[in-house]
């Protein structure tokens, strides 16, 4: 159990590294780097419709997200919160992070590496909650 905590704290915390990149390059109207994938890529899906949910860029309802992630793990931790609520938030961030995935594979037909980093951030969390 404590091994999967910790991996919890671990891809939370890159999680909001990830997001505040994300965040910041939004503010800023710049494009992302794309490592692993051709530039053009990340640009559609950074400027794609898709890039935002109920007009919130999906950069800030990740890193709250990962942020809650990270304090309900905490909390957990501390005994204050039942493993069900843990369970409950990252279920939905994978899930999420699914329905992103088929849309850049499917929709957009490209891949942005910082979502597909926030893809497998949700599917280690997502392994290690349940491995609990």
Not at 15 to 32: Q, R
Not at 87 to 96: A, E, N, P, R
Not at 104 to 120: D, E, H, I, K, M
Request: glycine fraction near 6%; proline fraction near 2%.
């Amino acid at each position: 159990m404590q091994n999967n905590i910790l991996l919890i704290f671990i891809f939370s915390i890159i999680g909001i590294l990830d997001t505040l990149y994300l965040i910041y390059h939004g503010i800023k109207k710049t494009d992302v780097k794309c490592l692993f994938f051709p530039k053009e890529w990340c640009r559609i899906v950074q400027y794609s419709k898709y890039s935002n949910t109920f007009g919130i860029p999906n950069s800030r309802l990740g890193f709250v997200m990962y942020v809650l992630i990270l304090a309900l793990a905490y909390y957990f931790v501390q005994g204050l919160v039942p493993i069900i609520w843990l369970q409950g938030v990252i279920t939905f961030g994978f899930l999420f992070s699914i329905y992103f995935l088929y849309i850049q594979a499917f929709v957009l037909r490209a891949y942005c590496t910082w979502c597909v980093v926030s893809a497998f951030n949700f599917a280690v969390m997502m392994i290690a909650i349940f491995l609990m």
